[in-house]
């Protein structure tokens, strides 16, 4: 009996144009779309949640404030010429 892996199927709609740089990058490396495009899809998750990190960690630094309290700040020291 063969082992299948549970496994859901998204369907994307991307211009025909797109479709054939996509499958040429992937040609060149030797690779198929669906490899190709599964290490892209793994690479932009683990940019977000390394992002995201560094955000959270920036706030945790004594002497920090967050964004919005930055232009709050900065909106009271603006004079208006």
Known sequence: MV??????????????????RVKAVAALGGKTMKEWLTEAIIEKLEDDIDAREGLAALGEIEGTISLKAYISSTKDTHINV
């Open 3 to 20: 082992n299948i892996t549970n496994r859901s199927r998204y369907f994307l709609d991307i211009d025909p144009e797109l479709r054939n």
